[in-house]
């Protein structure tokens, strides 16, 4: 087995080198890992093409069929440019490209910029970088056919990759992505890529767009004049070495801050990132300098986005001066009561949510008189609901566990920019009511109730991995739990049958989402628990969710244990079952 794979890599190697057109420079590069005695770098850049998968591209950098260069980009480039070819036949079609600050994110952008023009297709490219939402924004802005942004968002600085995004503003969905596909995998040589771009058909997109953007985050900023009242509260972000830097600075002193502090350490963009482990404002690690700054000005809260700005996170300040991390679940619940309560027309309002993200939600929503629907895990699912329902009802706002925020309908994907200028709106009414934010956050669940949510993650690296996450979950379907953690089992969902099944009576009702490898478990005790397989990562996912009453605020700390160990049970079960 392994000397046929590595006959197989051997081969595609060659071809590269036999390629007249593949430059010199990747030839050589080439010839090295072929003349090492090691060859695992050889294998693990040829033994497969990179994969074009639902959403774009993501891979390490490097030469070679399995890696982010100009030949991979350059192929599928070509394939998105035959399909807007086929699907708009009878239109002049025009693409909107951005780019983050990650190594090779320009040239990248500037590589599928020739492609496209090469095939005759405009070019509207942003003149240096910018976040993602503003590329989202720019393509309906700018009544374009497509877009695409080079990023491979929190990923550690050897990746690159790009996002499509269809007319919308949102990132693909069926059947545009299986379509790409095909045409993507139908492009089996370098030929076949048209390079000799076309300038006059390249164009740079003015700062025009940028204000508009924020014209449409001033319309929906509540409360104006509690803003007014504590513009000068400090405000403390990092970009994390990003596209943040471009404009979330901006945004909040359009909507009225004027103590905005930066964290000059990461200010300048840089794809080395390096100073953090990982670019990830979910990791406590990425978030320390910003905490740090945040003492320093005696700050509520601080704010650090990553490197393409689609997503934030929060620290908010205690009484003792020390400052929390809120989870993704945490700072979208009290975002959303926040927004909700400032929505002044409710008739026909709605907002969405991804179906692991924390029920508090929806209970808020029932009760501020708000329809709230879930959708599968990906921002690209809320923004086809938003597709759907446009003209019909009033979008509020949406977001997901993974720290992924979006207020209004402008944008159609996730928006560290606008949720940026959210989350300082929701600081200045704290303040203004003399309280912090982890003030508000447990006046939530007194008043909502106590939600708690915890994620366990397991690992199954390779191709053995890959079958064991397989078996994993078809035993949960085939044999699923009569009970987890004492409580029982009263109702599955399988996403995978679209089936929901009332344990006690047996009756089975349709699910109405798309396919998906999910199943869900809710208990007796109000606990759920989602399991699903990570669609990056070697990973099987659990993501759990428990919750209380919550008399007082005096009781927050007791019920938080209480909750803490409910988790901490469920997931030793659930570990050791799998």
Request: glycine letters at 6%; proline letters at 4%.
């Amino acid at each position: 087995m392994a000397e046929e794979l590595l006959k197989q890599v051997t081969a595609t190697a060659q071809t590269w080198i036999d390629s007249p057109v593949v430059d010199a420079e990747t030839k050589s590069e080439i010839q090295k890992l072929l003349s090492k005695a090691d060859k695992r770098e050889l294998i693990d850049q040829f033994y497969k093409n990179l994969e074009f998968g639902t959403g774009g591209l993501r891979g390490i950098m490097g030469v070679g069929s399995n890696c982010m260069n100009r030949y991979t980009v350059g192929a599928a480039t070509q394939g998105l440019s035959n399909y807007l070819l086929k699907s708009f036949a009878d239109q002049k079609i025009k693409v909107a490209i951005a780019h983050d600050s990650r190594n090779n994110s320009r040239y990248f952008a500037e590589v599928a910029a020739g492609v496209f023009s090469a095939n005759g297709i405009e070019v509207l490219l942003f003149p240096e970088l910018r976040p993602t939402p503003l590329l989202s924004f720019a393509i309906r802005y700018l009544n374009c056919q497509s877009g695409i942004v080079v990023t491979a968002s929190h990923n550690p600085k050897e990746y690159n990759g790009y996002k499509v995004y269809w007319s919308g503003g949102a990132q693909i969905v069926p059947p545009h992505d299986k379509n790409i596909i095909k045409e993507v995998n139908a492009i089996t040589s370098f030929d076949q890529i048209k390079v000799k771009g076309n300038d006059s058909l390249i164009k740079s997109i003015g700062a025009e767009v940028e204000a508009a953007y924020y014209e449409e985050v001033k319309k929906l900023i509540p409360n104006k004049d509690v803003i007014a009242r504590n513009k000068n509260i400090p405000i403390v972000y990092s970009s994390l070495h990003g596209a943040g830097i471009t404009m979330v600075p901006e945004c909040l002193r359009q909507i009225g801050f004027n103590n905005i502090n930066i964290v000059e350490e990461q200010k300048e963009p840089n794809g080395n990132f390096p100073t953090v482990e990982s670019p990830n404002p979910e990791e406590r690690s990425a978030m320390e300098m910003v905490i740090k700054k945040g003492k320093e000005l005696n700050a509520t809260m601080v704010m650090a986005t990553d490197p393409d700005t689609d997503r934030v996170g929060i620290g908010v300040r205690k009484s003792d001066e020390e400052f929390i991390l809120l989870n993704g679940n945490e700072a979208f619940s009290l975002m959303m009561g926040f927004i909700m309560k400032n929505v002044k027309d409710k008739t026909n309002a709605y907002i969405a949510k991804t179906i692991v993200t924390s029920e508090l939600v929806d209970t808020m929503a029932a009760k501020l008189g708000i329809e709230c629907y879930n959708t599968l895990t990906g921002f690209k699912y809320i923004a086809e609901l938003m597709g759907k329902f446009d003209g019909k009802k009033k979008f509020i706002a949406a977001g997901e566990e993974s720290y992924g925020y979006m207020v209004g309908d402008f944008v159609r994907d996730k928006d560290a920019v606008s949720a940026c200028a959210f989350f300082a709106a929701l600081a200045a009414q704290a303040a203004d009511q003399n309280k912090s934010l982890y003030d508000s956050l447990i006046d939530m669940y007194v008043e909502f109730g106590f939600y708690k949510e915890g994620l366990l993650n397991l690992t199954k690296k390779g191709q053995q991995g890959e079958q064991e996450i397989k078996a994993m979950m078809e035993k949960f379907r085939t044999q699923p739990p009569k009970e987890i953690n004492g409580s029982p089992v009263v109702r599955i969902l399988d996403y995978k049958s679209s089936k929901e099944k009332d344990v006690q009576s047996g009756m089975e009702s349709n699910l109405d989402f798309p396919t998906s490898d999910v199943l869900q478990f809710y208990l007796a005790d109000g606990s759920k628990i989602s399991v699903r397989p990570s669609g990056t990562e070697p990973k099987i996912k659990f993501y759990i969710s428990v919750h209380t009453k919550l008399p007082s605020r005096s009781d927050f700390e007791s019920q938080k244990q209480i909750l803490e160990q409910k988790i901490k049970m469920i997931s030793y079960q659930l570990s050791v079952n799998s």
